[in-house]
């Protein structure tokens, strides 16, 4: 069990003014920000992010999706990170997501559902060490 995952705050949610509302509940779930940054991915690294997904079908729009506009990317710092980060954000259909999460309040749709939370230990590195190096992170 680490005590840090990953997180990106969406397109959608930046594009709709949610950032400091977000970073907000973050913060209040506990959670230290340790690396933080505002940047807009191109396709090219949108598409290498999420290379895991790459035979799956949403692929190409979600690729298409996290480089229409800016993100903002975080490493984020508590104990049991990623199990208590995946609590924080709810279900990726904010339909189904609990009362109080953050894709409940800010996500309008399975696809464009706010923000990315790593779904494990091993994912949360590879994602933090696909955006930040060891001078940006405190």
Not at 73 to 95: C, M, Q, S, W, Y
Not at 118 to 128: K, L, P, T
């Amino acid at each position: 069990m680490s005590n840090r995952t990953f997180t990106m705050i969406k397109p959608d949610a930046v594009k709709a003014g949610n950032i400091g509302n977000i970073l907000q509940m973050i913060n209040a779930g506990g959670f230290r920000i340790v690396a933080m940054k505002y940047l807009f991915l191109t396709k090219q690294q949108a598409e290498k992010f999420y290379e895991v997904h790459a035979a799956r079908p949403f692929y190409g729009e979600l690729t298409e999706f996290m480089s229409s506009g800016p993100i903002v990317a975080a490493i984020l710092e508590k104990g049991n990170a990623v199990a208590d980060f995946r609590t924080l954000i709810g279900a990726t259909n904010p339909a189904q997501a609990e009362e109080g999460t953050i894709r409940k309040k800010y996500a309008a749709s399975i696809g464009e559902n706010a923000v990315h939370g790593s779904d494990s230990d091993e994912n949360a590195a590879i994602e933090g060490n696909f955006f930040f190096n060891g001078l940006e992170r405190f």
